[in-house]
């Protein structure tokens, strides 16, 4: 089975912190994904990559940064974490055509 | 940039009603369309998908056919029970990156 894997379940950091949350993924997927998930706004994408050291910006990427150093880790940093990031933050890898999701990072700055 | 926009929730039916949750998309090129199931308090799930133009995916008693010419590929289900209850997410895979409607709960009463 496909296992993505994020560092935390939940995480609690306070304002001006600099953040990082983890994301692996073991099957060799090219694609990678990281979204941010609020009520009633579903699934808004941040970055994603579609090879090692490749980054591409999505929809709301401000406030953000990605790495993708090695192709089975993802990475995306806050570098001044706000309030208004706090959210569920969902990692993806795709090969193509599908995507396998991560349990999710439950965010709280306070 | 592509985009998917599906019906607003919440959806509330009782047990063994017909379900449809709409979904269209606006895409360049040929995406892979997706539904998604987020049970609660639980990760997302790939419910079906369909890559290609009058393809229909189904899975769980769950069905949605890739309609090219109306960019739409909404849910369907015949009997909904209970343990349908969950939210709902339309995706779209198309060069290299995924973006999701904003998900519509379901709650199906007994």
């Known amino acids: 089975d496909v296992k993505v894997t994020q560092s935390s379940r939940y995480l609690v950091k306070r304002t001006g912190e600099k953040v990082f949350l983890e994301c692996v993924q073991d099957?060799?997927?090219?694609?990678m994904f990281w979204y941010r998930q609020d009520p009633g706004l579903g699934l808004r994408l941040i970055y994603f990559?579609?090879?090692?050291?490749?980054?591409e910006k999505g929809d709301i990427p401000e406030g953000y940064s990605v790495s993708r150093e090695k192709k089975e880790r993802f990475s995306l940093i806050l570098e001044s974490a706000s309030t208004n990031q706090t959210s569920m933050y969902l990692c993806?890898?795709?090969?193509?055509?599908?995507?396998?999701f991560g349990q999710g990072t439950r965010l709280t700055v306070v | 940039g592509d985009s998917v926009t599906q019906m607003e929730g919440p959806v509330t039916l009782s047990e063994e009603a017909f379900l449809t949750i709409n979904c269209t998309y606006t895409?360049?090129?040929?995406?892979?369309l997706f539904w998604y199931v987020q049970y609660p308090g639980e990760g997302l799930q790939l419910l079906l998908k369909a890559t290609k133009a009058d393809d229909k995916g189904s899975n769980k008693g769950f069905e949605a056919t890739y309609r090219k010419e109306t960019t739409s590929f909404h849910l369907e289900k015949g009997s909904v029970q209970v343990s349908d209850s969950a939210v709902y997410f339309c995706a779209l895979i198309g060069n290299n990156d995924m973006r999701f409607g904003a998900g519509t709960r379901l709650t199906v009463k007994p």
């Open positions: 993806a890898s795709s090969p193509s055509g599908k995507a396998f």
């Open positions: 099957m060799d997927h090219e694609n």
């Open positions: 895409a360049t090129g040929y995406p892979s």
């Open positions: 990559s579609y090879d090692v050291k490749m980054k």
